[in-house]
């Protein structure tokens, strides 16, 4: 998936993903007492794994026609922790540090 900012591969099946963040937003709206406005669109997350960022504008095509080109077999990932991370974008590329990790699963 070429899209306007990032290279990115989609994650299927979202539902569990999607319960999971949607657990930690309530989680961080309530801790700020915020309702349920945490800073962004919950609507327009799509989860992914991100492959690359774009940092000008251009053309693409080729990024697309490169994507074609590979088989992307199916890969299982455990996720064992959710981060809630401080974002920003100051320096015209995405910058986080980890202000906490809560462990997930009967491991921890």
């Known amino acids: 998936m070429v899209g306007d900012e990032a290279i990115a591969l989609p994650m299927t099946p979202v539902g569990p993903v999607d319960a999971l963040r949607d657990a930690a937003r309530i989680g961080v709206a309530s801790v700020l007492a915020t309702g349920d406005d945490v800073m962004e669109d919950a609507a327009r997350y799509r989860p992914h794994v991100s492959v690359g960022y774009f940092t000008a504008a251009g053309s693409a095509a080729p990024y697309i026609d490169a994507l074609r080109t590979i088989d992307q077999p199916r890969t299982a990932v455990r996720i064992s922790h959710v981060d809630l991370i401080e974002m920003h974008r100051d320096t015209r590329m995405y910058q ?7 462990p997930l699963g009967s491991d921890h």
């Open 96 to 102: 986080w540090r980890a202000v906490e990790q809560l």
